[in-house]
């Protein structure tokens, strides 16, 4: 009864306002030709109804991005319900990999919503411009005062959450002169258990972590040097839906950029940037009771990289390259404690010193067929290589595979056309495209890694061959001064697709576990993602915008794809008046009815959540003051979604506040 109390109300509200002031959502996937910022920055999170929520609540604004939850902290990003294996993280086109064998520091851990300038979603092989991909990428840029006015400029940030104590502080600082600008930025969060609905508490949700970001360039004539650096440490984070927790995760990301724009000559600009990246993790069960048999967990990934990309204009043709590849190394271990101290302790490598090199070249040509029509052409070429470098873990694998190599070379292709036609206040596109993608690390490589989703041991397959993808796409836009709404819609089919299957010749490692199995090759899947927006201005003050998702995914034998979503939406209503803003929103999933059994996927119920929001802006002379407060799960309605590992429930009520003082 509550859940079409919350939908009739959401839908009444919706009747009687007929308002709606178009929201420009930054993180939707937006071909411009050119970006010109003017005067200072506007910070994304200063443009939320909640101001310092994570990246993750802000990621998954976007109709092609859900977030697999594993605990209270660090979600897991999915594009067109794909998950990190088949797709790209980077930050400002810094590929960074993930040093956990659980996935529990995805790339977006690392940035702050308070220093996000903007994330980029592409979709399928329109995300290839950093390297092989399959459901597309995600780009997180960081704010620079590159285009800000003249001198110093600062903020200062706190926020508390009364559900799960969430304690936020956080502060930066911007200088720009006529040729020098440098941006710093430092976040700490710290988090207690959190409360499901009805006020159950989720042991093992808490979190710690604090963030520190620095950038810094030097302009001179037309060109541009930039250093860059992340520093991100968590500490005692909770992981509720799986056995361990993290006592440690430290990531270090440095870069450095020279760019410039020539004044004549072939290109109109050209990026150059040469970057380093590591990251520790330790998981460990020591807080945990009644463990069967301790064991810590720690993983190290360490990548340097690089990428030169230049954009020309040839009479109709808009062209642009990327070279680019990395170096990485993955290596993870695992050590168990027998509960007899004269017992010695057993390890093996769950990772084996795994490194990974590649190297690329990215195409593109937009071609101005009219004043109406496009077409973009993209196409990619890389080698890939793979070794093995423990001789330990090399004969660990070669135990299930006796004539394995220790490295394995590969070449990727990619190759997509894009056409687009616009008219008045009509936009179309329809595209294709196919791609191809390497086995993970994990895929490829892991010894007895367990996976508490679906109870079993996992082995990786370094004879599996590369996974490949064909798309289909369509996009239909309508804009006018009051509407904005447009249905996309992408269709993949992926030969050679990469997923665990049983062995039952294998005895598994892990107490408990429900068997073992290896990651094979279907000889295909096909996966749906299809997204509805409708944004309605009703006058200067109100404004309604509401998003439908669904999508559809199976494997050869028929069977379901798991993290598969159902119909899910989202609504919402705002008022912004002056110095004032409220908004109520409305998001739910329906039921869900094509889960799978098969790969440890249980049905999902339908769910409705109301959110409620207000701020004011107080301004004095130069500073200003914004203060947001709201409530979330109005109604404290105990749920999880299909994303939630384990069916971990989310939050329940949860009222906050932000504040957010700028000179």
Known sequence: MKKQFIVSTMLLISTISWTQE??????????????ILIGKPTQVNQKQAKPLASLEEYLQQSGRIDMIKRGGYAWEPMINNMATERTIVTIDGMRIFSACTDKMDPVTSYVEISNLSEATISSGQEGSCHGPTIGGSLDLKRLRSTYSELGWSGSLSSGFEFNNKQRIIGGMVHFKDSSFYADANVTYRKADNYKAGNSQEIKYSQFQ????????????????????????????????ALPMDISLARALITSFKYEVAPKSGLLNHWENKLYYNTITHFMDDSKRPNVPIRMDMPGWSDTYGYYSKGKTKKDKHHLLFNVNGFYNRSIAEMTMYPSDPDENAMFMYTWPDVRTLYNGLYLED?????????????GSFGFHQNKVANEFGLESLQIFYPEMADQQNRFLKSISLQYKHQVKDWFFSVGSGYGERAP????????????????FDYIGNPNLSNEKSVEGNFDIRYKTEKIKTGITFSAFYLPDYIIGIPDDNLIPMTIGASGVKIYEQLSFANLIHSSFQFDYRFNDYYSWNTKLQYSYGKDAEKRNLPFISPLQYQSQIQYKKNRFQTELNVFGNATQTNYSPFYGENRTPDYAILNLSVGYT??????????????ENLFDTYYSTFTDWNNIPRMGRNIYINLNFSL
């Not at 959502?25 to 030709?33: A, E, G, K, T, W």
């Not at 107080?618 to 409530?631: D, I, M, P, R, T």
């Open 22 to 35: 178009q929201v420009k959502d930054s993180i939707l996937p937006v071909n411009l030709s050119e970006v």
């Open 440 to 455: 993970s690390v994990t895929e490829g490589y892991a010894f007895y890694i367990f996976n508490s989703f679906d109870l």
């Open 209 to 240: 972590k604090w963030n520190a970001s620095v950038i810094s360039g030097y302009q001179f004539q037309n060109k541009l040097i930039e250093g860059s650096v992340i520093f991100d440490e968590a500490n005692d984070v909770g992981y509720p």
């Open 366 to 378: 937009e071609i101005e067929l009219s004043c109406h029509n496009s077409l973009k052409i993209n």
């Open 618 to 631: 107080f301004k004095w002379y130069s500073q200003k003051l914004l203060v947001n407060a709201g409530v």
